[in-house]
């Protein structure tokens, strides 16, 4: 593995820089050099998986502590609403997301 060097996210500080070697499926495909933290947590095309999409701290958007969502899936500026799918109880068939993931 190449050396690299990465962003990690302090708690309650400016983020440091951690030079070493790191798979690639850890870093973040946003290109901002941080470690991968979370998976987008939305439910797609009726299935019972999620959207699963590999994000860093800078790229998730928080709904909850235990939530987030990608870019394609949080809501809107200016709106109030905050997609997370259908719920697990629906069996209704959803066309595929315009982001092409389809809930996987």
């Known amino acids: 593995m190449p050396k690299r060097c990465?962003?990690?996210d302090m708690p309650g500080g400016p983020p440091w820089w951690v030079c070493g070697t790191f798979p690639a499926e850890e870093m973040c495909p946003c290109g901002s050099g941080r470690l991968v933290e979370f998976l987008c947590d939305y439910r797609a095309s009726g299935r019972k998986r999620t959207c699963s999409r590999k994000m860093c701290t800078?790229?998730?958007f928080e709904v909850d502590p235990?939530?987030?969502l990608c870019k394609e899936h949080r809501p809107l500026p200016g709106t109030q609403e905050v997609p997370m799918?259908?719920?697990?109880s629906q069996e209704q068939e959803l066309p595929i997301l315009a982001c092409g993931c389809a809930g996987y």
């Open 58 to 60: 800078q790229c998730a």
């Open 85 to 88: 799918g259908p719920e697990k």
């Open 6 to 8: 990465i962003l990690v």
């Open 66 to 68: 235990e939530r987030h």
